[in-house]
């Protein structure tokens, strides 16, 4: 006999208890993935192995150490005092103790163009002489400089002095007293000769990543902490085993495939826990790496770019030969594009959880279905989030060329604006392809336990 409701709606019924756990389709789909999971982790750990590098690196070309201020030895220094006056004293560069030298005596001329010639002689062919100079005191003035005075930190001169010039080119530091810098020490037969090379900006930078971590921290609680962990573990590979493998000539899609996986398997546990959910995720980004690698390969392949229009890649290829610029690019594309990757595999994992939570019912298929719809919307956004951070690191560049007066077509399809514009559509690719095989993992290995997202009442 039915029951009737007296006075209002019947009590919702209690939740029904699961002792059977995941039906068998669903067992089976989880031993599938667990098996590639398996064997993705174990190709991760051959890789490792067998692309580790090895032997001493390469050395650069000789006139690396001599012509980029990047090679030579770092030295710390602070600026005492700033004065302004002219151009040319011999303690430029140079080491001493208290006060440097004064500049060039009165006389100097700034023209390089040959005196003129001694009364009766004759002048040589093509050559205009300049004016044969001014009496004692109205010779041509020499420039202006701003001359600092710096105090040397560290290094082998520690405690002595040296002078920086700087006339107001493009490129020339601004600089003040007190301000803390790095130099350039460069060795000679005369004695050491120091050059500005960079302001010493370690203070500042240490506080913004301790700030930025600590925002992490505070906000994910613990699973920030493993957050900033992971992100240590990432950079940890990169610079173990991605930098010093490519530096020996090692294969790049392989290596950057590698350096992806090693990367993500580890990371993506610690962050989001041994489940199910983080399974789907990591199987959906080890899919679409391999993906991105295989679009990458194409890409630089079918549109022959180059990546010589940035001034790095020349350098390399002018000093380090053995390691292949194109290759360089190829590893750029598949690491670049596993951020984006392993944001929406997490979330499109996350989503069918709790689609399957809320409605235990719920079939593959329109869990998958539901779960699709938050996924394209995350498509959308994240391709302006690709191309936007990669056209904006190809900006400067794509003013020069706005300048020159250039065809739009053209400026798209140069060199360097192009392997930007690549690079996007590598990742875009690659994410189209994240969102529904890892949507379509997480609907077939979901299971909702009855009642476990029962509203509050």
């Known amino acids: 006999m039915g029951r009737h409701s007296h006075g209002g709606a019947a009590p919702a019924p209690a939740p029904a208890a699961d002792p059977a756990g995941p039906p068998r389709r669903v067992r089976a789909w989880r031993r599938a993935l667990l098996v590639a999971l398996a064997l993705a982790a174990a190709a991760t750990v051959a890789g490792l192995v067998l692309l580790w590098p090895r032997g001493a690196a390469p050395p650069a070309e000789p006139g690396f150490t001599g012509s ?96 920086l010039e700087t006339s107001g080119r493009a490129g020339d530091p601004d600089l003040a007293a007190g301000d803390e810098i790095v130099l350039a020490l460069q060795p000679g037969p005369g004695g050491n000769r120091y050059g500005f090379l960079d302001i010493a900006r370690g203070p500042a930078m240490w506080a913004w990543l301790a700030a930025t971590a600590a925002g992490i921290v505070l906000v994910g609680a ?75 390969h194409a890409a630089i392949a079918t549109a022959d770019v180059r990546g010589l229009a940035d001034d790095s890649n020349l350098l390399i290829q002018l000093y380090l030969p053995t390691v292949s610029v194109t290759g360089l690019l190829l590893a750029g594309f598949i690491v670049g594009a596993l951020g984006a990757l392993n944001d929406a595999t997490i979330a499109q994992a996350s989503t069918v959880t709790e689609l399957a939570e809320a409605n235990p019912a719920a079939g593959p298929w329109r869990l998958f279905a539901a779960a699709m719809r938050v996924g394209r919307d995350h498509i959308a956004s994240m391709v302006y989030t690709l191309l936007l951070a990669y056209v904006g690191a190809s900006l400067p560049m794509t003013l020069l060329l706005s300048v020159a007066d250039r065809p739009l077509t053209q400026v798209l399809t140069s060199d360097l604006v192009a392997t930007e514009l690549l690079r996007s559509v590598v990742g875009a690719l690659a994410l189209t392809l994240a969102v529904p095989v890892t949507t379509a993992i997480a609907a077939l290995t979901a299971h909702g336990r009855p009642g476990a997202s029962a509203p509050a009442r």
Do not use: Y
């Open 68 to 163: 980029q201020n990047i090679s030579a030895e770092a030295v710390a220094g602070r600026v005492l005092r700033v004065d302004r006056g002219p151009c040319g004293s011999p303690d430029s560069g140079a080491v001493f103790d208290g006060d440097p030298a004064p500049a060039a005596a009165p006389g100097f001329r700034a023209d390089p163009r040959p005196m003129a010639p001694p009364p009766g002689a004759t002048p040589a062919p093509g050559v205009d002489p300049v004016p044969a100079p001014p009496a004692p005191g109205q010779g041509l003035a020499p420039p202006e400089c701003d001359a600092a005075v710096v105090a040397l930190t560290a290094g082998p001169d520690a405690g002595r002095r040296t002078l």
């Open 222 to 296: 613990w699973r920030g902490v493993r957050a900033v962990l992971g992100l240590g573990l990432t950079l940890a590979v990169v610079g173990l085993f991605l930098v010093p493998a490519l530096l020996r000539g090692g294969p790049p899609v392989a290596l950057a495939t590698v350096t992806g996986a090693a990367a993500m398997i580890p990371v993506m546990l610690l962050v989001h826990g041994v489940n199910w959910k983080t399974g789907a995720a990591l199987g959906g980004t080890l899919f679409s790496l391999s993906a991105a690698a295989g679009l990458a």
